[in-house]
Each structure stands twice: as C-alpha cells, then as structure tokens.
C-alpha cells in the first residue's frame, strides 16, 4: 500500500511569488491533515480535512494560506503571496475513518521543504 | 490548552549506551501517545504509540516507551543506541474525542550519536 506523498520535496521561491504544494493521502482516507515546522521550531498543525470538508482551520496563520481539497482526494495548499517566514517543511497526514482512534493513526508524508528568498 | 514538553533540545551518548528521551505532556485526561522520529532528509516515521492498557509499549528499531499517568509523562527509551539512531524524536499527543484529532508536537529532541 502507498503511503502518503507530497509534491514538491523541494521548493525555492522569491518572496511574493506563489507556490502550491500538493499531498496524496492514503487510498481510502477521509481525514487529511496539514502541519508545518518552521525554522526549527515544532511542529504545528494547519487544518484538518474530512473528505472535502474543513473540519478544523484553527492553525492557519493568515489568508495568504489557502487549502483545498477538491472530491476528497488529494489536498493542495497555497501560498499566494508567499513570506519569507513562511519557510519551512509543509508536512501532510491521513487517516482513516473517525470510529474510533485505533483507526485514526496518522500517517504522515515525507514533507516539502519551502524556502522562500 | 494542550502542550507537549520536551525539556532536552539536544542530547548526545555513545553507541552502545542507554538512552532516555523525555516527554511530559499536559492535558485533562489521557491522550494518545506516540513517539516519531526524523532521520535527515526522511520524514516522520512512527516508533510507537499508546492508546490504553499495558503502559510499557514496545515499538520498532528497539525502542520502548513507557506511560505514567502520575507523571504526565511518556518517556522513550533504548537500552544500547546504534549510530543508525541519530536524529530528531518527536513526542506528539492527539487529544482525541472533545479534544480533537490534530497532532500536537513537543519541540523534539535531536540525538547524536558518538563512537
């Protein structure tokens, strides 16, 4: 079975630029979730997906930063115009059905690396 | 509001030694518990978790966790490290039912490893 993939793994940017990052859940996967780690700090979370809905958005620092999620399938995540604090690794998360938290593992992708000049 | 607490930024030991990586955790009740680690250029990996029952989890590479309510804490252990071992562990909690399912991250603790 595939895991969760993210696309880009690298992206270089000039500050006002735009750039979408892209996550491939797991087959099967209502739930897609979005984190960021900038600049060595921790990991923090951005929002959560269920199939195409936003469930939580709490995380999403401003409206430069917009997520779809279009049929419930992949998820893209914007950055329009992008800072240069919005460097950092842009990681994704899925998991299966909410019935029950043994089902809700997340697992995560490898991450996409925004540097933003 | 929740937060997860790894006091240790950087810890270094040499190969073949013990090791234990601190985790305190702060929440109502109990939270899921898991432990993730990041080698260079890979991404999170899971090493274990813990929902319920035995409060001494074992995970993979060797590692072991251990629950203890009393201390609000999940402390992740290794009884001999390989250089293999060095890099970033993150302990997470998700809150799960009212308290929501987003991962939340303890700042990490990077591991170096000498010979």
């Known amino acids: 079975e595939a895991g969760v993939t993210q696309f880009p793994s690298h992206s270089v940017i000039e500050k006002g630029q735009t750039v979408t990052l892209r996550c491939d859940p797991i087959?099967?996967?209502?739930?897609l979730y979005w984190y960021r780690r900038v600049m060595g700090k921790e990991i923090k979370f951005l929002l959560h997906?269920?199939?195409?809905?936003?469930?939580?958005e709490s995380g999403m620092p401003n409206n430069r930063f917009l997520a779809e999620r279009t049929g419930g399938t992949y998820s893209t995540l914007k950055v329009q115009p992008a800072e240069l604090e919005d460097s950092g690794v842009y990681f994704c998360?899925?998991?299966?059905?909410?019935?029950?938290?043994?089902?809700?593992?997340?697992?995560f992708g490898p991450g996409t690396r925004l540097t933003v000049l | 509001a929740q937060s997860v607490t790894q006091p240790d930024i950087h810890i270094t030991v040499s190969e073949g030694a013990s090791l234990e990586l601190r985790c305190n955790y702060s929440?109502?009740?109990?939270?899921?518990l898991f432990w993730y680690v990041q080698s260079p250029g890979q991404g999170l990996q899971l090493l274990l978790k813990?929902?319920?029952?035995?409060?001494l989890v074992q995970g993979i590479k060797g590692f072991e966790a251990e629950f203890k309510r009393s201390q609000s804490s999940f402390n992740l252990r290794k009884p001999s490290v390989h250089w293999s071992d060095a890099a970033e562990y993150f302990c997470a909690v998700v809150p799960g039912d009212t308290g929501g399912f987003k991962t939340i991250f303890g700042a990490g603790t990077r591991l170096f490893v000498k010979a």
């Open positions: 998360a899925s998991s299966q059905r909410r019935y029950g938290l043994a089902n809700n593992e997340q697992f």
């Open positions: 997906f269920v199939k195409e809905s936003k469930q939580d």
């Open positions: 929440y109502g009740a109990t939270p899921y």
């Open positions: 087959s099967g996967h209502d739930n």
């Open positions: 813990y929902f319920s029952g035995d409060t």
